[in-house]
């Protein structure tokens, strides 16, 4: 395809060096999957990227993301949230995403599956894992990820696909891969102790989606690198 557009270059490019690095680490690319995010961009700059061949978004935050499925519900696009979810928000979000990335409390689980059994609903999630036990983000402890996985796992409703992770920012790329390392391990212990598949690892971003596919990766959540800088006062 022959693609005109800046920001449709853009994923190009990106979805070259995803694909590239899977190769060179031995993995299939298309076990590598894109979530283009698109938080703080408007509706004009997704569609722009849709037109380049991109169907898959993220988005950080509730209203934003609510706003440009509406204004966008005429394109075939799957959303994905990425960013932390109180509670509260739960009966406007469950249901109405591919997947949730940020499930990390039996509070907010409960709160989704309680929506869910509403309107006869599923929802896809992963269960978001604070793993250097930064207090001002979202997740789960890690020693109370299999405790909150084996909640969600009994709630009518939730379809729990696999683990998230958000590492400390770091310029270096290398120091993300510890905790890729350490969301492998978990998911597949848990995935042996559960008896359940947790085929999804999310994990890397604009600046280290490399190491996160090296370490395996099934979801990078990649957003500057194909939309630019976030306007003044974004993420
Ligand atoms: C903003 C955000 C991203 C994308 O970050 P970039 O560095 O712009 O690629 C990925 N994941 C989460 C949870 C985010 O909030």
């Known amino acids: 395809m022959s693609v005109k557009s800046d920001l449709g270059q853009r994923l190009v490019q990106t979805l070259a060096e995803i694909a590239e690095t899977a190769r060179r680490a031995g993995r299939d690319p298309a076990d590598v999957g894109l979530v283009a995010v698109s938080k703080f961009h408007p509706a004009a700059s997704v569609a722009e990227v849709h037109g380049a061949g991109q169907s898959a978004f993220g988005e950080s935050y509730v209203q934003e993301a609510l706003g440009k499925m509406a204004e966008l519900a005429a394109l075939p696009l799957s959303w994905h949230l990425v960013g932390g979810l109180q509670s509260n928000k739960a009966k406007h979000v469950a249901g109405r995403f591919a997947l949730i990335h940020?499930?990390?409390?039996?509070?907010?689980?409960?709160?989704?599956?309680?929506?869910?059994?509403?309107?006869?609903?599923?929802?896809?999630?992963?269960?978001?894992?604070?793993?250097?036990?930064?207090?001002?983000?979202?997740?789960?402890?890690?020693?109370?990820?299999?405790?909150?996985?084996?909640?969600v796992l009994g709630l009518p409703g939730l379809n729990l696909t696999g683990l998230m992770v958000l590492p400390p920012y770091d310029p270096d790329p290398e120091i993300s891969r510890p905790y890729f390392v350490r969301l492998r391990q978990l998911r597949d212990r848990l995935a042996r102790e559960l008896g359940q598949p947790l085929?999804?690892?999310?994990?890397?971003?604009?600046?280290?989606?490399?190491?996160?596919?090296?370490?395996?990766?099934?979801?990078?959540?990649?957003?500057?690198?194909?939309?630019?800088?976030r306007p003044e006062g974004g993420g």
Request: hydrophobic share 40%; no cysteine; net charge negative.
């Open 102 to 151: 940020s499930l990390d409390s039996g509070k907010l689980a409960r709160a989704l599956s309680r929506a869910l059994t509403e309107r006869a609903g599923t929802q896809d999630v992963l269960i978001q894992v604070n793993l250097a036990g930064e207090e001002q983000k979202s997740g789960v402890a890690e020693d109370q990820a299999k405790a909150l996985a084996e909640e």
């Open 199 to 229: 085929a999804h690892l999310s994990m890397g971003m604009s600046g280290d989606f490399a190491p996160a596919i090296e370490e395996g990766a099934t979801l990078v959540r990649v957003g500057t690198r194909i939309f630019g800088e």
